[in-house]
């Protein structure tokens, strides 16, 4: 297995009405969502092998994701079926370039009754990576199960991803978020979130403040700065990669294509420079399109992209 993935796995729902606002919007289209699955559909669909830790409903949502992971060659033993919970939902307008408002149920969400098995401990220790996000610590048991397979990874010498993920909705402050993403900092590699993630997980004013902060206690920082670019810190060196110019359908899903590029391309043994290109290109072509899952490129589409 190249890549293991734990966290959310979401049931979306997208405006087919452009430039209406949500409140008016009568039809929808369905697709998987969630950051950890739209990176693990990201990463198969780049030729990865990769398998997800998740708990989702016991229902026909439930059925759906897994079905859909399934059909993307995602590793799908893992998944967990949970009753008396639903699958988290996210509904989001659709009003290009620039708007994107979206509405979560996560209430009582499957996801957060995660709970990690010794088998996909053991299961998880034959990867070459691990990646988790800070949804994953909002609440009990899928927090105490997140730091759990984060420290087994670590000690099994995985690299170790950490992408903030901040989703107000999950969490009763950002102070509350920040303290327990900082609770896994000891067992990360790679960190990867936005200049306000960045700010929230090191209690910084701004990003080169929180990155400053990082550097010592993660090998490599990744800062998503939105339009400017992304940068890239590793000990004393520093790389930066402007975005992909590219006609915006929905920005959507951005980061989790970003992720899967830039994961896929430190996989396959590229330097660090061009991970960020790969990344960037994923995001691109991820927002030329509707939707996350779905939209996530194939190979030869990321390669021709860059070419």
């Known amino acids: 297995m190249d890549a293991i993935l734990l966290g959310r796995v ?3 729902l997208m405006s087919e009405e452009p430039h209406v ?3 008016d919007v009568r039809r929808f ?3 998987l969502g969630g950051s950890s699955a739209n990176q693990a559909v990201g990463l198969a669909r780049l030729g990865m092998r990769t398998a997800m830790i998740a708990a989702v409903s016991k229902d026909a949502a439930g059925d759906f994701l897994v079905e859909f992971l399934q059909k993307e060659k995602v590793d799908t033993r893992h ?3 949970v009753e008396g919970y639903q699958s988290s939902l996210c509904i989001t307008e ?3 370039p620039d708007r994107f408002p979206q509405v979560f149920w996560r209430k009582d969400a499957a996801d957060i009754q995660l709970r990690v098995t010794p088998a996909a401990l053991s299961f998880m220790e034959k990867a070459r990576l691990f990646a988790t996000n800070g949804t994953s610590l909002c609440g009990s048991p899928s927090q105490e199960s997140t730091l759990s397979a984060l420290e087994r990874a670590h000690r099994a010498r995985l690299t170790v ?3 903030v993920d901040y989703r107000a909705m999950s969490w009763k402050s950002p102070e509350q978020a920040g303290k327990f993403a900082r609770l896994a900092l000891p067992y990360v590699d790679v960190i990867i979130g936005n200049e306000p993630e960045l700010c929230l997980v090191t209690g910084a004013h701004s990003v080169d403040e929180a990155v400053k902060r990082l550097r010592d206690k993660v090998r490599v920082v990744v800062s998503k700065l939105g339009e400017k670019g992304v940068r890239l810190v ?5 790389y930066f990669q402007a975005p992909v110019p590219i006609k915006v359908v929905s920005t959507i899903g951005a980061g989790d294509g970003f992720a899967a590029g830039f994961l896929y391309a430190h996989l396959a043994g590229k330097d660090w420079p061009d991970c960020l290109r790969y990344g ?6 991820v927002v030329s399109r509707l939707s996350c899952s779905e939209a996530m490129p194939t190979l030869t589409e990321l390669e021709a992209l860059l070419q």
């Open 94 to 96: 659709n009003s290009p």
């Open 10 to 12: 979401g049931y979306d």
């Open 280 to 285: 960037n290109a994923a995001a691109a072509v």
């Open 79 to 81: 998944i967990q079926r």
């Open 21 to 23: 606002p949500l409140k």
């Open 161 to 163: 991803v950490f992408d």
């Open 29 to 31: 289209s369905r697709y």
């Open 234 to 238: 590793r000990g004393g060196k520093e």
